[in-house]
């Protein structure tokens, strides 16, 4: 399949940290983007409106999107409740009519729609349902923590603090010392960049744990290493259940922790007091708790997402994570992210410590047994 | 609507432990019940094969027990993965020319079944998948801690550990007392008996703490406690994440732990001896650590399953719950719920009396800010 070229819609809502999906796919593929729609930002350039991704530019319609020969429209937004806003099917047949297929992560699927459906027929194009899950998926056997490759899941003290972004840069600098690591994708915008993978927050709610572990599996046949891609967080009071079936189904060796430094409310409810962020110490709490009732775990650093500080405070902002929980701490995208890379080689080499004392029979780990 | 009559098929499965949709509406509504269709049991009575039930009879074939003139055939057992056994489906299409209505939980729904749709049409039946969400669930918000009604969620150390058989008893015996008292069905079998609920297990991932939310809510409004049925395990190598979107999003204000006092490993998984539960005090802590991430909770008693126990061990089971975890224990089911019931009663006073200590702002409390 050649590449696809994509038109990203983001209408209304591209912006810094409202637009993951378009954001990452412009950041890790500035290449396959020919331009991103979104009426409120036409005319500048998705370097000015993100920091990043250059020239691309920001088109006010879906015929003047479509002038620019995207093989492809790509739904970059993701709207609480993940359904398509009525206003876009009709932009989506506009797509379609000129030949485009689409790409879509949204819980509402495309392939569903009769409209759409009939548009894509007519004009032999594909309806790319990212998040529709496999048919077929296991109820989790806790399996996953038998494989070799030492396994790291990305946690988050919200959604959308950078934990994909971070994994993705750690992958490419794992990779980049010779060691062999693999990305598992569990979220529609991962599984755009990576090419496959399982949207766990998609799947029955008995099966997040059995989707987890299916791709955790399948990421291992081949690495040294595998990077999880984390969801949601552990106290989010939507999705914090994604965020433990995922972590119990994928039953990480180490976890990294993900936290955007300027934010104190969890991000979709910041107008609840009572939904402000604990301490991270308490988040490292929460998660080596909840991870370890099923397999040992531990936080082993801090990826810092800051994009909205200067410079100083976005190192000050580090060196206070790395005070407050006695963890290695950096922004991996902005910064080095060697304290992080050097992190999970060390709990690796511990792991391959113990399972040489210990024998193979150390290998299953006991957590639950005290 | 009348009364149904149900045929319960438990085909090969149907046991004190293992058909547990089957016993629970044998045991709260008998009365609707004509028959159970299992093999390998035929010619038993009920009373025999679960110790309670009397003299409703096992039958060994479809044609046998339609006989009998079930008005429906209730599906009582729960195949791992929830799947309808092919070798059902004749069986069920039997049924429906017989012109009974066909309930079910299963994960598969038998109205997308185009033999049963067609069967149930030709003769004006219905297929009940209990099981099917509605479509318009929220992503949850946390709301359901602003309820006036005392929230008591079941939380349990494995699955099919006697949850919701506890709850419906202290249910029962609270509206005794006085005190108006609403059950929230959480699973197919809650909804069987109860008449409405949501199976928080088969909506997708995201929407299990709104489905939780809303039912929660519901039950609420003309009640002054809500007791939330369970599901799985917060260690559930499968299920945790149901476990904990159903605990977020219900927001309990006390909990009470389930436990099954012979059972030593979670119960799906029992060749795997690392998945050896831990002491009650351990799920204790996982319970209150967890659930008050977002809303301050305690488990308040332990509603222990003795079935399998004479009565002496099994007084001796409750009085070393109490010992282990300084909590009351009792087997609501065996023996006087009064501990259960008093320590409800006693929490709900002290949340009161909070109240009033703080005024309104105290009501949302503030398990996060630290």
């Not at 590449?3 to 378009?22: E, N, V, Y």
């Not at 690591?181 to 960049?193: K, P, S, Y």
């Not at 709990?347 to 193979?360: C, D, M, Q, S, Y």
Request: net charge negative; charged share 20%.
């Amino acid at each position: 399949m050649p590449q696809p070229r994509f038109l990203i819609l983001a209408d209304g809502d591209f912006g810094p940290m409202t637009s993951k999906t378009a954001n990452s796919v412009i950041r890790f593929q500035p290449d396959r983007v020919v331009a991103v729609l979104d009426r409120s930002q036409a005319g500048r350039q998705v370097q000015d409106v993100l920091g990043f991704g250059g020239a691309i530019p920001v088109v006010g319609s879906m015929a003047e999107g479509l002038a620019l020969s995207p093989t492809a429209v790509l739904i970059g937004i993701a709207p609480q409740g993940g359904r398509l806003p009525e206003e876009w099917r009709s932009w989506l047949a506009d797509a379609l009519d000129a030949g485009c297929d689409i790409w879509s992560g949204l819980h509402t699927f495309l392939s569903d729609d009769p409209l759409l459906v009939e548009r894509a027929r007519a004009n032999d194009c594909q309806l790319l349902d990212l998040r529709r899950p496999p048919a077929d998926l296991p109820i989790a056997s806790g399996a996953a923590k038998e494989t070799d490759a030492f396994r790291v899941l990305a946690v988050g003290t919200d959604c959308n603090v950078g934990k994909m972004t971070a994994q993705l840069e750690l992958v490419g600098s794992l990779n980049a010392r010779g060691v062999r690591t693999r990305f598992v994708a569990t979220g529609q915008t991962g599984i755009m960049i990576e090419g496959w993978g399982i949207a766990v927050d998609a799947v029955v709610a008995d099966f997040i744990a059995g989707a987890a572990e299916r791709i955790t599996l399948e990421g291992a046949r081949d690495a040294d290493i595998v990077l999880v891609e984390g969801q949601g967080s552990i106290n989010h009071p939507g999705y914090s259940g994604v965020t433990l079936g995922l972590l119990h189904g994928s039953c990480p060796d180490a976890m990294i922790l993900c936290h955007q430094a300027t934010r104190q409310y969890l991000g979709d409810y910041r107008h609840a007091s009572w939904l402000r962020m604990p301490p991270l110490p308490e988040y490292v709490r929460l998660y080596e708790t909840i991870a370890s009732a099923l397999h040992p775990s531990r936080v082993i650093g801090i990826a810092l997402n800051t994009y909205d500080m200067d410079e100083a405070a976005a190192r000050a902002a580090c060196e206070a994570a790395t005070r407050d929980t006695g963890l290695p701490a950096t922004d991996p995208v902005r910064f080095d992210g060697s304290p992080l890379v050097d992190a999970i080689l060390r709990a690796r080499e511990a792991r391959v410590a113990l399972r040489h004392r210990e024998g193979p029979a150390g290998r299953t780990g006991d957590a639950v047994r005290r």
